[in-house]
């Protein structure tokens, strides 16, 4: 499979994957079947989308390929049609988050490496593109991105599925696709890893600087 064979598998298969959590996230706010929609496309779409933006690729590929929007809209018409509100879906919602994570961030990995970037913006490029989708979800809802927020780590799988990407897709002996099998693997164990034994990123510290000099003002007399 050659490396714009691979992107647009990677690319559908994240689409669904976060079109089925955008309606899932609809069904948990009581929305109706527009906001299945709504939620589907900013979810399946967005990270794609602001990803084709800042490549400058034109109209991103979600507008002019015929297969984008409907493959999201087919991930939330999953959720508004069966009842996943339970103990198997919790299990498996946790599963396909990871799975969806990994395919964008190895999907926009490998369209920035295609455009000829430095490790750097390639590892970027690839972040935004897992995480957009979510963040465009949560602002429409009006609450902080939980990516941004005290929960398992997320965005840092993300910059980890990204990096391997990376990294060994230019390692010699290694195909672009093993590289990406590898980087996709690697995320989704991180991210069930991180999910059940409740990792987390640390938050603000508590150092007050100059808090002793206001207390001890130096005496002028």
């Known amino acids: 499979m050659d490396t714009h064979a691979l992107i647009l598998t990677l690319d559908l298969l994240g689409v669904f994957a976060n079109g089925l959590l955008g309606g899932a996230v609809a069904r948990s706010k009581d929305l109706d079947l527009f906001g299945f929609a709504a939620m589907g496309l900013c979810s399946g779409l967005g990270g794609g989308i602001i990803r084709d933006v800042l490549l400058e690729h034109g109209t991103p590929v979600a507008l002019t390929n015929p297969a984008y929007i409907p493959t999201a809209l087919a991930g939330a018409g999953v959720a508004f049609v069966f009842e996943i509100e339970n103990r198997a879906w919790d ?9 969806a994570l990994s395919l964008w961030a190895t999907a926009g990995a490998l369209k920035a490496m295609d455009d000829g970037l430095g490790w750097l913006p390639e590892v970027l490029i690839g972040t935004i593109t897992a995480i957009g989708g979510a963040i465009t979800r949560d602002v429409m809802l009006q609450r902080v991105p939980a990516v941004f927020t005290q929960g398992t780590l997320y965005a840092t ?3 980890v599925v990204a990096a391997i990407q990376v990294s060994f897709a230019k390692a010699p ?3 672009t ?17 991180a999910y059940w034994r409740g990792w987390q990123l640390p938050r603000g510290f508590d150092w007050k600087i100059g808090q002793r000099a206001r207390e001890e003002p130096v005496d002028q007399s």
């Open 177 to 193: 696709g093993g590289a990406t099998t590898l980087a996709i693997a690697v995320g989704v164990a991180l991210r069930l890893i």
């Open 91 to 99: 299990r498996a919602f946790i599963l396909v988050d990871a799975a």
């Open 157 to 159: 799988v993300a910059i």
């Open 173 to 175: 002996g290694l195909s």
